[in-house]
């Protein structure tokens, strides 16, 4: 069957002849993703028993809550901030701390300290390299944000979340820090290890058919959101990582890769009450005022709360 014949069926399956009231949004939409998925079943010559493996596939990728560590291996959420970054740059609006993707792993409520927070329960200690990380946040013309909400989360030796990992405390790795008089944030925490898909999962799954893995480099989280500006959802990389330009979700950037100190100086150890040299990353982020000419960066979707 030929394309335009394809798009007259799906335009016919999607408006009812006695138009009932709809959505034309949803309508718009629906048909093109339709007309698109019947031209690829034709152009491939995809079977039945593909079409249904299909659709059992997505089934167990939803059962499994695993649709948007999908949407990241398959770049689709890259491909978002591909989208988001194009409308800024025709905006006019450039030298922020460049975004990336925010992922699956977010979890709402963490507890909310002024200026520093430590972030780890010392349960990792006896292995990890402690890590501070410090800097301050800026508006567009390079002026501190007092009171600027950083939200920071990362995962933990084994590459684990908290709270999708019930073995580690609450709200383990997890906090938001306002940034004080002066726009500064601080926080100690561990260097973490970078995330892999769960091996046995539908992600891996499929990664695995296209001979693909699905490993992240370590990594830390950011939400940094002020009043009048616009949200960044960001992340650093830890550098060093082997992973580090082989991201399964094609998160990595120019611009996110700071440089990591190890501080050996038994003064500065003393200092932070430490028996051991630590890892110290010195970064600020660099936020946009709120405009009407972007589209905005508060993405709403489904996230976890605890
Ligand atoms: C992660 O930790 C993550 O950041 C992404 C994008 C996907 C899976 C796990
Ligand atoms: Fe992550």
């Known amino acids: 069957m030929n394309h335009t014949d394809i798009e007259t069926l799906a335009k016919n399956w999607v408006v009812d002849a006695a138009s009932r009231p709809a959505n034309p949004r949803v309508r718009q939409v629906v048909e093109r993703l339709l007309g698109d998925l019947c031209k690829a079943i034709e152009d491939l010559d995809v079977t039945p028993t593909e079409f249904w493996s299909g659709v059992s596939y997505m089934a167990a990728a939803g059962a499994a809550n695993e649709l948007g560590l999908l949407a990241a291996g398959l770049g689709l959420e890259r491909f978002l901030d591909i ?72 995962a933990n030796l084994l590459g684990n979340y908290s709270f999708f990992d019930r073995t580690q405390s609450d709200f383990h790795l997890r906090r938001t820090i306002v940034t004080d008089d002066q726009g500064r944030y601080q926080f100690r925490s561990i260097i973490p290890v970078g995330y892999g898909c769960p091996p046995d999962g539908t992600t891996q799954h499929l990664l695995n058919l296209l001979g693909r893995h699905g490993q992240r480099p370590a990594h830390i989280h950011f939400f940094v959101s002020a009043p ?51 890892a110290s990353i010195d970064f600020d982020f660099r936020l946009h005022g709120a405009t009407p000419s972007a589209p905005g960066t508060e993405v709403d979707r489904p996230r976890a709360a605890a």
């Open 228 to 278: 009048d500006h616009r949200k960044l959802t960001t992340q650093i990389n830890i550098d060093g990582d082997e992973y580090l330009w082989d991201d399964f979700a094609f998160a990595s950037r120019e611009g996110l890769v700071p440089p990591i100190t190890r501080v050996t100086d038994a003064a500065q150890i003393d200092a932070r009450r430490l028996k051991q040299p630590f």
């Open 83 to 154: 989208r988001a970054d194009e409308a800024e740059a025709r905006a006019g609006l450039t030298g922020g701390t460049p975004r990336t993707i925010e992922g699956p792993l977010y979890v709402a409520g963490a507890p909310e300290t002024v200026g520093y927070a430590r972030l780890d329960d010392g349960s990792e200690l006896d292995r990890a390299e402690v890590l501070f990380m410090q800097g301050t946040v800026y508006d567009q013309h390079g002026r501190p944000l007092p009171g600027a909400k950083v939200e920071v989360w990362h």
